[in-house]
C-alpha cells in the first residue's frame, strides 16, 4: 500500500521500490501476552535498528503497535488515510448473541475490559498468533469466538469476515486502522515522504497518542480513545477501564483539527481525575 502510494506520488515504477521484509520479536513470539515480554517495542526494534543503521529509508507500521514515547532520530513522518476503525467479532453476530459462559480469546487488556464490562460471564484466554491462526482457532472450535480489527481483516482480504462492532458499544484502541511511515527526521526519505501523508489521519491520531502519552498509558492499561473530525472540529473521546472491566471512566473533549492537541492532555487529566482507583492504578507510570 506505502509503495503503490509513493509509486502514484512521485511517478516512479514499482521497481524503484524494494520491499524489505523484518521479522519482529512480536512476530515470533506468541505464546505470551506483550505486556508480559516487553510491550509495543518487540514490534518496532528491529525495525529501528534497521532504520538507525541505514539498511532501510523508511518503516511501516500499524500505529497502533508504535510506542508513544519514539527515539528522537526517528520521525513519523506520514500516515496513510485511516481505514475502519472498528473491531469484528468472529463467531457471533454481535457480543449478546454469544452464548452465556463463552469462551472469547484475545491479549488485549482493552478488549478484555470492555467485553467483560458487556458481558462478565464470558470466559476471556489469552489468544496471540496472526489473523488465520486465530480465525482457525474459532473455527475448530478451540474458543468460541475472538475480537480483530476490521482494518486488519480488509487489508488481508477478510472483509467478509465477523461482524462490526459499533464504536458506541466498543471503543478502539488508540491509532487503531491507521498506517504510519517512518523515516530518519530531517532526512530526505522524510521529505518525499509527506507526499503520502493524510492530514486528518495524522492529527486524530496525533491526539490520540497524546492522550496515551498524558495517561502514562502502557500494555498494561486497559483504555480506549478515538478522535474524529467534524465540521473542522475534532472530538476526541477516552475511556478508561479496570482490568475486569467492572470500573470504568469516560469522557470527550474537543479542539481545532489544525492546531496542537492540547485539549488531549486535558482529557486525560479529567479521566484520571474522575477514575476509581481499581482504574486509576493502571495509568500514570
Known amino acids: 500500500m506505502v509503495r503503490a502510494a509513493l509509486c502514484t506520488a512521485h511517478g516512479w515504477a514499482e521497481g524503484d521500490i524494494e520491499i524489505v521484509i523484518i521479522k519482529t520479536t512480536g512476530d515470533m513470539v506468541q505464546d505470551r501476552a506483550l505486556a508480559e515480554i516487553g510491550g509495543k517495542a518487540l514490534w518496532t526494534k528491529e525495525l529501528d535498528r534497521a532504520l538507525l543503521a541505514g539498511e532501510i529509508d523508511c518503516a511501516v507500521h500499524s500505529m497502533k503497535d508504535v510506542e508513544t514515547i519514539r527515539p528522537p532520530a526517528i520521525a513519523i513522518a506520514a500516515m496513510l488515510p485511516r481505514a475502519d476503525v472498528r473491531d469484528r467479532l468472529i463467531g457471533a453476530e454481535s457480543l449478546n448473541a454469544l452464548p452465556e459462559g463463552a469462551v472469547l480469546g484475545t491479549s488485549s487488556p482493552r ?69 504510519g511511515i517512518e523515516a530518519l527526521a530531517g532526512s530526505a526519505a522524510a521529505a518525499l515522504l509527506t507526499a503520502i501523508a493524510d492530514a ?48 470504568h471512566v469516560a ?7 489544525d492546531g496542537p492537541a492540547d485539549f488531549a492532555a486535558a482529557l486525560a487529566g479529567e479521566l484520571l481525575a474522575r477514575a476509581p482507583d481499581a482504574v486509576r492504578q493502571h495509568f500514570g507510570k
Open 251 to 257: 469522557a470527550s473533549a474537543t479542539g481545532t483539527a
Open 200 to 247: 486528518a489521519t495524522m492529527a486524530c491520531v496525533g491526539a490520540e497518542r497524546t492522550l496515551l502519552a498524558a495517561l502514562g498509558a502502557d500494555c498494561h492499561s486497559p483504555m480506549a480513545a478515538l478522535a474524529v473530525i467534524e465540521g473542522g472540529v475534532m472530538i476526541l473521546r477516552g475511556a478508561l477501564f479496570s482490568s475486569d472491566g467492572r470500573d
Open 111 to 179: 478488549r478484555t475490559a470492555q467485553v467483560q464490562r458487556l458481558r462478565p460471564d464470558i470466559r476471556i484466554v489469552l489468544l496471540r498468533g496472526n489473523v488465520d491462526t486465530r480465525l482457525a482457532k474459532v473455527a475448530s472450535g478451540e474458543i468460541d469466538a475472538t475480537l480483530l480489527a476490521a482494518a486488519g481483516l480488509d487489508r488481508l482480504g477478510h472483509g467478509d469476515v465477523g461482524a462490526a462492532v459499533p464504536i458506541d458499544v466498543m471503543l478502539p484502541a488508540p491509532a487503531q486502522g491507521a498506517v
